[in-house]
């Protein structure tokens, strides 16, 4: 069956530091989508990339499609404290489910 | 709009005892799903829904029941609790399945002793 696996599995930065995170899909996915769990929280969808290439900003957040639709990186620029939490991606291969990675846990050090 | 809501927001069980997790959607979602997450490791699919009337089986079934018996509404069922199944519990829905953002609820922080 279909597998993403995310990298890596724990990150610590300086504040001001900039954070990546990568998911790699075994299979070929009709899109992928980014979400950020907070500690002690749910987590939230923040973004859907759908088309090869594609690349999609928010504020500090950058996110990436790759080519191929197999690969996908968020980038942080410039982390803050509020960045805290864990972000997983989740691939989309079957129209009914999405598989999720285990998640990149970012703890920011002020 | 509420979202997706989840009941109990906590709870503590004895072995072999049963409860039902509350799941509520107010979005009209067709699809809708439970998830649970043990530390590090990510989130594993029990059960998932496409509509009324039809569930199938994630990843880690096993221990666990569901039913869908209208559009808002998706319960899921624990019979005999083992603390294997310790854990959080998200329930979540989409518009789209997997080809739309999904909405979590709260979740549910479930302790088995």
């Known amino acids: 069956g279909q597998q993403v696996m995310q990298i890596p599995q724990y990150q610590h930065v300086q504040e001001g530091e900039d954070f990546t995170t990568y998911c790699n899909s075994s299979?070929?996915?009709?899109?992928i989508q980014w979400y950020k769990q907070r500690p002690g929280g749910h987590p939230v969808f923040l973004i859907q990339l759908v088309k090869s290439g594609e690349v999609k900003k928010q504020k500090r957040l950058t996110f990436q499609f790759g080519e191929a639709k197999k690969n996908s990186s968020l980038h942080i620029t410039a982390t803050q404290t509020t960045d805290v939490g864990t972000y997983f991606c989740g691939g989309g291969g079957s129209n009914y489910k999405l598989t999720f990675g285990k998640g990149t846990l970012l703890t920011v050090n002020p | 709009n509420a979202g997706v809501t989840q009941t109990p927001k906590f709870r503590i069980l004895k072995i072999g005892q049963s409860m039902t997790l509350q799941c509520t959607q107010d979005m009209n979602h067709n699809y809708m799903y439970w998830y649970r997450q043990d530390p590090g490791m990510g989130l594993k699919l029990i059960y998932y829904?496409?509509?009324?009337?039809?569930?199938d089986k994630g990843e880690v079934p096993n221990g666990y029941n569901v039913s869908r018996s209208t559009t808002e509404d998706f319960p899921l069922r624990l019979e005999l609790a083992a603390p294997s199944q310790t854990s959080v519990y998200f329930c979540?829905?989409?518009?789209?399945?997997?080809?739309?953002?999904?909405?979590f609820g709260s979740g549910t922080r479930l302790t088995v002793v």
């Open positions: 829904s496409v509509g009324a009337g039809i569930t």
């Open positions: 299979t070929t996915l009709s899109n």
């Open positions: 979540a829905s989409s518009q789209g399945g997997g080809n739309y953002g999904y909405t």
